[in-house]
Each structure stands twice: as C-alpha cells, then as structure tokens.
C-alpha cells in the first residue's frame, strides 16, 4: 500500500476497520496469518518494555551526556509536572531508552535506534495511566507500524537521506496515531494526528554531535513525545489538517532532499558545528585508540 | 518494507548502519569462512573509519565474527571475550577510491587458508557483501548462498545446476563471473532452501573444475 487514503478506500471497499485492514494486507504479503502478524507486534512490545528501565541503570555509559531520566523521575514524583504527569512519564521512558541505545543496550529501533525511545515512552506511559484492557497496546503498535510503512514508502525514515524529521518526526507522527486508535478514535482521526505531528516537525535536521546518537538525539526523544499526545488530543477534538497526510508526507521527502548533507546526519551543521559541538567532537577523537593506516 | 521491519530490528545500540549492520558483516563473514576464525585484520574504510570507536562498531564487527548477532547483548564486551578465545584481530584504515562510506575489508586466517571478504553496511542493520577473494559479487546475506570459484570451461554451469536440481534446491539468483575466458570464473547462488552437510560433499567432490567453494548458510531462524 502505497498512501493513507488507499487505506481508507480499502477499509470503505471491505467493510474492515484499520486494525483489520493493516493485519490483512501484511499477512496477504508474508503469507502468514493476521494472529501472527499482530503477535509479532507483541513480542516487540515486550523487547520493548524490558529496555524500558535499562537507561537509568548505573552501568550505562553514554560518551557524551549525563544519565537524565532520573533526574524527571525525582522531578515528577516531587510535583506535578507542568506539562502533565503522562508526558513527563513518557518523557522520562524515552530518555531512559535512547540512554540505553547510546550505551551499547539492546533496543528495539522504531522506526530507527535514533528515535528508539519515542514509541515505547508514548505506549508506556499511556498504559500506566489508562489501564487498558486486553491487547490494545499491541494494536496500537500496529497502527504506528503502519504509519511508519506509509512514511518509508512515500519517504524516508533515514535521516542520511531526510534530516531527523525523517527519524524522531516519523516516530511522533507513528506514535501520535497509536494513541488515537487506542482511544478509540476513527481511522480518520488517526491520520490527522499523523499529519499534525509531521507538519510541526518539518525541516528537523540532523545534527549529531561527534556524529554520535547522543547529543541532541537522547534529549530530542525525551522532548519530541509530548508532541504526539498534542497531536492526539487535536485529532479526537476534531482538529482536521488542511494538507491531507499524503502530501504531508511528501512534503516531507522534499525537504529532507532539499536540506544540504551537513544537515543530515554527517555531524557537520546545526548543534554538532556549534563550538561547544565540535570541542566535544575534538576531545572524543583524541580518546580513540588510532587505527594503523 | 514489513511491519517488524518498521518496529525494528531489535538490536545493540547505537547505531543500526554502524552497530547492528556491522555485527551482521562480521556473521556473514564468519559464516562464508565456516567456523572459528584464530586470525582476523579489518580494514575498516569511510565513515566506518572515521567514526568506529563512538558506535561500537569494532567490537559489533568482533562480535560477529564470533557468530554473535546484532542484539547480541555480549557486543559491548566483545574484545574481552574475543581475547579470552584466543582470537587475534587488528584494525587498520584504508582508503579505497569509489567505496561504500559504511564498509569494510576482512582478511580472515588460520595459517593453512585466508579469505577475504568486503562489505559495506547500507542502512537500517542491512547490508551487501560486495567482494568475495577480489571477485565482485552481490549478496545480501539473507538467503542461503553458494560460492564456487573454478575454470572458465562448458558444462561448469550445467553441472552445479543440475546436481542442485537433484537436491530440490531452487534458485533464487545466480551470478557467474570471469576475469578472462578460459581462466578463473567465479558463480554465487542464492538459494531457497539450505544445503545440508551431506549434500555439500557430494557438491565438492562433483566436479574437478572447482578451485574453491564457500557456503553461506542461512542464519539462525528469526526468534519471531
């Protein structure tokens, strides 16, 4: 499937809802059941949750940044965050895992090791807050899977070839329409929070210092996942983007080609050619042991 | 691309290009050789040069040549456990006109036999080996695949073809290569299904015209 709105046309045709319409059509191409397809989505989730407190053990050790999910732990269990116990929650679930990922744990990358935290800090915290019942965070995963099937056949979700819009832009956007479906919003709804999310994301470089997925990645996952509850809660209010989400998507592929290479990904432009970025960068180089030529 | 495709894969961070493509280089590699490796030099090119020490990726491309896959959670202490088996490896840099920025250069030893092997991580954990023993080739690892080099003569072609049909084997794709007629040629073939120990044997000692044969067998079922 190549577009959102082939999606809804195949739901419309078929008289299935999104769940049933995307467990079709993958277990038709992997000549699989849809059980085992919505069951594959479960046993990432579980990968998933065991990495969930792995980033704010003690022998994590990131090259550049500091352990700071358990700095918004302490935060949030102090007061009431400002901007609302779920997303600090799931804030502090994506800096604890893309932690992880810079330390050399093991993660699961959705869609890439980059954005790993997004989806499992969304998923998570939603869970912890909503008590839902049954598989919905299977489903939910499904959906995001989905979206991002969408965004890697329209677009890209490197970000060498689309900036990090393309990485942690994507993973709201997959993460925003997994919390729609699991409140029960339509299908619809679930694509406009997708369009919502990659709208306000648009042109996000990527500007890894030293070239490492630390610095602004661990951050940029811990700030981005607010982003998809706004996105949700615009969508079930009946918020609509004027910009269909297939364009949006689009839009998407054509800035990331029109940003130049020192903003994707090559740790030349943005944060990582700041002066603090490139000491950063010089003193890591000066660590490594060197290679014989 | 799948579903466990977008979710995923599962692997040892940081980097799918550099951690987790580079840990599959090293199976591949490890694979194709076809058992413990005692002596391995990576010439590492690009990016993967430039950038190896903050992404883990000489010891995911250590851990591989062990046999480890990329969510191998022993990746980050891969050296240790390397010197502990008694594995030598060096790392040195070169630089190769035209090479894939993500890629690498294996020279494997056991004193008796060496093998090279160049591949280059493309994205997202996956990767092509591109040059086997100074033949280009194209392979992704997925499929089980065979690789036999041997004399630029007839009935080279007709006869591994017809011994794999005997076996029920089908072909997935099929490359054959020569440096000149009537000299070394070179063929890979991917294939559906895996061959068994047996049935490489009987493949060995088939044909005279073989110089060497490498097989790639399939890596380990998918955990889903």
Not at chain 2, 114 to 137: C, K, L, N, Y
Request: glycine residues 10%; aromatic residues 6%; charged residues 25%.
């Amino acid at each position: 499937m190549r577009s959102f709105s082939e999606m809804l046309a195949y739901m419309e045709e078929n008289g299935v809802n999104l769940l049933e319409a995307i467990l079709e059509n993958e277990a038709a191409e992997l000549e699989c059941s849809t059980d085992h397809v919505l069951q594959g989505m479960a046993d990432r989730l579980e990968t998933m949750r065991r990495s969930m407190d792995d980033g704010t053990r003690k022998e994590m050790h990131p090259k550049i940044v500091e352990l700071d999910a358990p700095k918004m732990r302490r935060y949030r269990m102090e007061r009431d965050p400002l901007s609302g116990s779920i997303s600090a929650r799931a804030s502090e679930i994506a800096l604890s895992i893309s932690t992880c990922n810079s330390s050399m744990g093991r993660v699961v990358a959705a869609p890439t090791a980059g954005s790993c935290g997004m989806l499992p800090g969304v998923l998570f915290s939603w869970e912890e807050h909503q008590n839902p019942e049954g598989n919905l965070l299977s489903e939910g995963l499904t959906v995001a899977a989905f979206i991002g099937q969408i965004i890697a056949e329209r677009a890209t979700l490197a970000g060498a070839e689309g900036g990090c819009q393309a990485e942690c832009g994507a993973a709201g956007a997959m993460a925003a329409g997994a919390l729609v479906w699991m409140e029960g919003g339509s299908a619809d709804q679930v694509f406009q929070a997708a369009a919502l999310t990659l709208k306000s994301i648009l042109g996000l470089v990527c500007d890894p210092v030293a070239g490492l997925v630390e610095v602004p990645c661990i951050k940029r996952n811990g700030m981005l996942v607010s982003l998809a509850f706004m996105a949700a809660d615009m969508a079930l209010a009946g918020i609509r983007s004027v910009i269909p989400v297939d364009e949006v998507v689009d839009s998407l592929y054509e800035v990331g080609r029109s940003l130049p290479p020192s903003l994707r990904e090559t740790g030349r432009g943005g944060v990582a050619a700041t002066s603090t970025g490139k000491a950063i960068a010089a003193k890591l180089r000066e660590s490594a042991p060197s290679l014989e030529g | 691309m799948s579903l466990m495709e977008i979710i995923g894969p599962v692997m040892i961070g940081p980097s799918s290009s550099h951690t987790a493509g580079a840990a599959k280089l090293g199976n591949v590699a490890r694979r194709l050789w076809g058992g413990d490796i005692k002596e391995a030099t990576l010439y590492l090119r690009g990016s993967f040069a430039a950038t190896y020490w903050g992404h883990g990726t000489d010891r995911a491309l250590v851990g591989g040549l062990m046999g480890w896959h990329p969510d191998d959670d022993r990746i980050p202490k891969a050296f240790e456990i390397a010197s502990e088996s008694g594995m030598i490896y060096h790392f040195k840099e070169e630089f190769v006109d035209g090479a894939h920025p993500n890629s690498v250069r294996f020279v494997l030893s056991d004193g008796d036999r060496t093998m090279e092997m160049v591949g280059a991580s493309i994205g997202g954990g996956s990767v092509r080996i591109q040059e086997i023993d100074g033949f280009p080739v194209d392979i992704d690892g997925e499929l089980p695949t065979l690789v036999i080099f041997h004399r630029d003569k007839p009935g080279v072609m007709a006869s591994i073809t017809s011994e794999l049909f005997r076996m029920k084997l089908n072909i997935a794709q099929m490359t054959l290569k020569r440096k000149a007629r009537g000299k070394d040629a070179m063929v890979f073939i991917e294939m559906d299904g895996a061959l068994d120990e047996e049935s490489l044997k009987s493949l060995e000692g088939f044909h005279h015209a073989y110089t060497r044969m490498f097989l790639l067998p399939p890596a380990r079922e998918e955990i889903e």
